[in-house]
């Protein structure tokens, strides 16, 4: 049974960082790319980034792009997002995802098979 647990978010003011977790149990994690997602209230949810299996493809969204470094320690079987430069326009419900690819990463939500349950981010000004 696949599962994947995010944790580290939190309340932070406009311009701290925060680092989101993602644990991830029942599958191989390092045979599978790993995205983050953000959900904002009222709003759809949106790519944040990618990451390949072994970690050599990342991809951001052009919103955090040089403030949000995605990671991934195979070993550990967790993956990572951290979050500099926090911006209220953040907030929202992050969750990461997986899919098994050995190459392949996708910005579409809908390329991914297995989802968090979210853990929430607020970022006041």
């Known amino acids: 049974q696949v599962q994947l647990v995010e944790s580290g978010g939190g309340l932070v003011q406009a311009g701290g960082s925060l680092r989101l977790s993602c644990a991830a149990s029942g599958h191989t994690f390092s045979t599978y790319a790993m995205g983050w997602f953000r959900q904002a209230p009222g709003k759809e949810r949106e790519f944040v980034a990618t990451i390949s299996w072994t970690g050599g493809r990342t991809s951001y969204a052009d919103s955090v792009k040089g403030r949000f470094t995605i990671s991934r320690d195979n070993a550990k079987n967790t993956g990572y997002l951290q979050m500099n430069s926090l911006k209220p326009e953040d907030t929202a419900v992050y969750y990461c995802?997986?899919?098994?690819?050995?190459?392949?990463?996708?910005?579409?939500?809908?390329?991914?098979?297995?989802w968090g349950q979210g853990t929430q981010v607020t970022v006041s000004s």
């Open positions: 995802a997986t899919r098994r690819a050995t190459y392949a990463t996708s910005s579409e939500s809908e390329w991914y098979d297995y």
